[in-house]
């Protein structure tokens, strides 16, 4: 099951997560990116099995609303801080446009020392707040689309549709050096994810384009949950594994032969238990 939950301001995605897991007595859960503490707002989880669809998922891309909070810069690039003083400089809406929209397209983009980030096994923020030495390398990432801009000093709010992998304190901190005042993100919400909005139905389809392989035969069934198939006449690339209407794994093929076998074996199981 592929479920849509609201994070609250103020908990851990983490805390969230195994909060809506033990409330709906569920073994095994997974997510396709979490959100930080002080941000709100859309978190994608897969449950049981479904967990190990997420590498498939095909769109990854996200929405957000931000408002920045000009003349102040945070160590965090958010309102968790430190927070210090940076300029009394008041710009005009016109620059504010121009800068804030100098951002869309393809961009390179350095993420928060503290930030989830590993180096050499470690959180970044876990360095960061023993003030030890963090490098980050810059990421490729790009800007879709920035729209709904609104300033009235010192808080400029926005929406903005971005690549997996954007970091929208990071995005802000640039904004406001390009704009010499300094800015920190002081609200964010996760407002799409996946194409996902709060409320939409989940379709496995439009989540997951991979090609399918259809199984309507019991005795095919059990062969492929039992390892007897090496071999399918079709063509080099992954599949999904349907039974029934039901997704009971991924495969991948190469030359006919099945170079790696994801199956999903407690529903396959359980489909078992219901035909015989």
């Known amino acids: ?22 409330q709906n007595n569920i073994k095994k859960i997974g997510h396709t990116g979490t959100l930080d503490v002080l941000a709100q707002g859309l978190l994608l989880l897969a449950t049981d099995d479904d967990t190990k669809l997420i590498p498939y998922i095909s769109n990854k891309e996200k929405e957000y ?12 690039y958010d309102s968790e801080g430190p927070i210090s003083f940076c300029s009394k400089k008041i710009p005009s809406e016109k620059e504010v446009f121009q800068v804030v929209n100098s951002f869309i397209g ?9 930030s989830s980030k590993k180096i050499n096994g470690k959180k970044a923020y876990e360095l960061a707040r023993k003030n030890e030495e963090v490098k980050l390398k810059e990421i490729s990432i790009e800007i879709f689309d920035i729209f709904d801009i609104k300033y009235k000093y010192p808080f400029i709010e926005f929406k903005t549709h971005v690549s997996n992998g ?14 010499t005042t300094g800015a920190y993100v002081s609200f964010l919400e996760r407002t799409m994810i996946s194409g996902l909005r709060l409320n939409d139905q989940i379709n496995i389809d439009n989540l997951i384009k991979l090609k399918k392989i259809f199984i309507n035969d019991k005795k095919e069934l059990i062969d492929f949950f039992n390892g007897k198939i090496k071999k399918l ?9 349907e039974f029934n209407g039901d997704c009971i794994g ?16 407690n529903k396959i199981k359980k489909i078992l238990e219901r035909i015989f």
């Not at 609303?65 to 965090?76: M, Q, Y």
Request: no cysteine; proline share 2%.
């Open 166 to 179: 954007t970091y929208i304190r990071t995005l802000v901190d640039d904004i406001g050096q390009k704009l």
């Open 106 to 114: 393809k961009i390179k983009q350095k993420p928060p020392i503290y």
């Open 65 to 76: 609303k931000v408002i920045a909070k000009l003349g102040f810069i945070s160590k965090t």
């Open 233 to 241: 006449n079709k063509e080099d690339d992954t599949y999904l594994l």
């Open 250 to 265: 991924v495969i991948e093929i190469n030359k006919g032969i099945i170079i790696k076998n994801n199956l999903f074996g």
């Open 1 to 22: 099951m592929f479920k849509l939950i609201y994070k609250d301001l103020g908990i851990s995605s983490n805390k969230a997560i195994n909060i809506f897991k033990k």
